[in-house]
């Protein structure tokens, strides 16, 4: 039986989106108003609606693509209409939610999006192992290098008037940056950089990295986006060292890459290195709960730079060391799990069962993708 990666995705979301929008799993029997009409009118319930259409465009995207066609299209329509109403009428039992007409139409578009993006021509008449394999540039490189976008401007609205704009750039400018914040927005820029040229040739890399450097400062005008100047300073000379050092890396860069991501793995689970005598915080054992019970526009940047820092380190352990996908995640999921318990000795850590977790999904996205050297035989062809 051939392994169909776009279904295994397309079951994984869905599990996904039913799982976010059950949260807390706290059902009442009082039931509140169904599809209540509070359309957007005000910045924040625009930002909202915009949140939800994305919500299920990843759906729409990986239906498009495993039932290619006018029919997947309806389908999908169908679909997104009737899964996207069934978790509205799902929140008027859960106490703290709202069923909202807004909700319903911006899901179900995002749905329609998703499909209508996926059944481009190109990419009908190419067979969807085929446009994993080329149509996605570098497979888990296209992947990792999502991620950090998604770190580095999500929610990607920026401030449309002078006042705000002006507001936000004054308090941009100040430096309050640890030596541990610093060193992982400098591996970040790195690693995107040397990401890059395994997908792209040297100077191909080098232009789009020059790219990503001049988009960086729009992150200080970001919609409700609290980046100092700072974090943007270092992710820019970062960048530009690793530009400079690409034409002189020697053929073990990788395996250093790889040695140091998981010293960036380290320091992001055992800071601020201060442990207490006694138990501070219990162990979450439920996924995503920290996230989930935080404002979305900022769970979904933390959430995106963890999923990157440890498929980091799987995508170039494998790469570079040739170690079994599998063994790598188990290994890092089961140093990450005893790091989550002893952060319960220190304060203002939320030890989960989810970093553990982010792990073993990295693997099976990997896994899925294209094997992780595509790109480097796609820029020698």
């Not at 890059?196 to 970001?222: F, H, M, T, V």
């Not at 530009?240 to 890396?249: E, G, M, V």
Request: glycine share 8%.
């Amino acid at each position: 039986m051939r392994r169909d990666p776009v279904l295994a995705l397309l079951i994984l979301c869905v599990v996904l989106m039913a799982y976010v929008t059950a949260y807390p799993f706290r059902f009442s029997a009082v039931e509140s108003t169904f599809l209540y009409h509070d359309f957007p009118h005000d910045r924040a319930t625009w930002l909202d609606a915009w949140l939800n259409l994305l919500f299920f465009i990843p759906f729409g995207l990986l239906w498009g693509l495993r039932f290619p066609g006018w029919k997947g299209l309806v389908a999908c329509s169908v679909t997104s209409i009737v899964f996207s109403v069934g978790i509205e009428w799902m929140q008027i039992h859960i106490p703290g939610r709202y069923s909202s007409m807004s909700d319903a139409v911006t899901n179900s578009l995002g749905g329609l999006v998703g499909a209508a993006v996926a059944n481009r021509k190109k990419l009908r008449e190419a067979s969807i192992a085929a446009w994993l394999r080329d149509e996605i540039p570098g497979d888990s490189v296209g992947i990792l290098i999502g991620l950090w976008v998604i770190v580095k401007w999500s929610p990607f609205l920026p401030l449309l008037k002078i006042y705000p704009i002006v507001h936000q750039l004054k308090s941009a400018f100040s430096w309050d940056l640890s030596i541990s914040k610093v060193l992982e927005i400098a591996f970040g820029g790195c690693a995107v950089v040397f990401l890059l040229a395994e997908n792209l040739d040297a100077n191909r890399a080098k232009r789009a990295s020059w790219i990503l450097i001049g988009l960086l400062p729009i992150q200080l005008i970001l919609w409700d986006r609290a980046k100092p100047f700072s974090e943007v300073l270092v992710c820019a000379l970062a960048m530009i060292l690793a530009i400079w050092w690409l034409d002189r890396a020697g053929p073990n860069v990788g395996k250093w890459l790889a040695i140091a991501a998981i010293t960036m793995i380290v320091i992001r689970e055992l800071s601020p290195f201060r442990w207490g005598p006694e138990m501070v915080g219990r162990f979450l054992w439920m996924p995503l709960r920290g996230s989930l019970e935080s404002p979305r526009i900022h769970a979904l940047p933390v959430l995106a730079e963890k999923c990157f820092f440890y498929w980091y380190f799987l995508h170039q352990a494998r790469r570079s060391f040739g170690t079994p996908l599998f063994r790598l995640a188990l290994a890092l999921g089961a140093f990450v799990g005893l790091a989550e318990l002893g952060q319960r000795y220190q304060t203002g850590r939320v030890p989960e069962i989810t970093d553990p977790l982010l792990c073993i999904l990295g693997a099976l996205v990997l896994h899925w993708s294209a094997k992780s050297d595509q790109g480097l035989k796609r820029a020698a062809r």
